[in-house]
């Protein structure tokens, strides 16, 4: 584990089931599959040999469909579930060494957690739910407070501190549950499916609430999500379950342009590039003379970008890192990306 790094797990697996630990063994000594372990061992490979590691302040997205493991494996970072096998750090400590005090205090101190259920305490006020996690610690009654209705500004609801949960929209009840996750300031925040229950037009309106708070409170954040878009919008990296593996990890364009495999390529294929895909994975090697009128961006630039310049003009664009020219993109370097990235039936 690097400086960087606050969370890395190692050969997790979590096989329910009244024989786990010999199913597991029969699957690393002879293969089996999800369907052999159900019919020989009636035991269910929730996740199977994953491994990853999240750096300080990163969004990590775990996605994949209905029954893929993504919300299984989220469990195990707080060992709300206990992995069959494998190991898991957090910040250095060894989450599995941890005995049941000591569990709960870093849960209560190290882990923030936000359900796509509000879970928000009906005979409280916003101000309270949000004060909850303070109160377990023990702060005292001011101080929680005061902590309470700082978060609840920062997620612009301060004016229904003294409101109940019944008279706040789902999108606000969700902001709650989110400030109350982030009142004991934890280090870590896991996030299954938080927004996927509201409608489509305040679940996009919480993305970006979310991006901007995180960029402000640079929170390192698991967040599970089964939509390919959200993770496009707020991850810095994505991975890719199935069957309760882990399919592929990397960048929204990591991922988009370099699938791993088929199953990656077909969940990718309806995704606009236009703003997932930058200058640097167009670009090509600078081989002929370069015209001194043609246009120059930066290879972080969006092929949305590149493609309106193409537009305007004739010119091949000359894609530049830190001021020197590096690559260049063609009208047909541009054409072919959109193609392979259109879905043909």
Known sequence: MTDD???EISNVWKIFGDNALTALKAIQDR???KAEVLSEFNAVVGVADVSLSVNRGEIFCVMGLSGSGKSTLVRHFNRLLEPTS???EIEGTDVMALGPRELQKFRNQKIGMVFQNFALMPHRSVLDNVAMPLEIRQVAKNERMRQAAAILDIVELGAWGSKFAHELSGGMQQRVGLARALAANPDVLLMDEPFSALDPLIRRQLQDEFIKLSKILKKTTIFITHDLDEAVRIGDRIAI???GRMVQIGTAEDIVMHPADDYVADFVAGISRLKVVH????????VAPIPADAPRVDEAETLSTLINLAIDDDHPIIVQDAGRDVGVITRADLLRTVIEGTEVS
């Not at 200058?279 to 600078?286: F, L, N, S, W, Y």
Request: overall charge positive; proline content about 5%; hydrophobic content about 50%.
């Open 5 to 7: 790094t606050v969370i």
């Open 31 to 33: 293969g089996l599959g």
């Open 241 to 243: 379950m199935r069957d």
């Open 279 to 286: 200058a640097h994975a167009v670009m090509q090697p600078i």
């Open 86 to 88: 494998g190991k898991i």
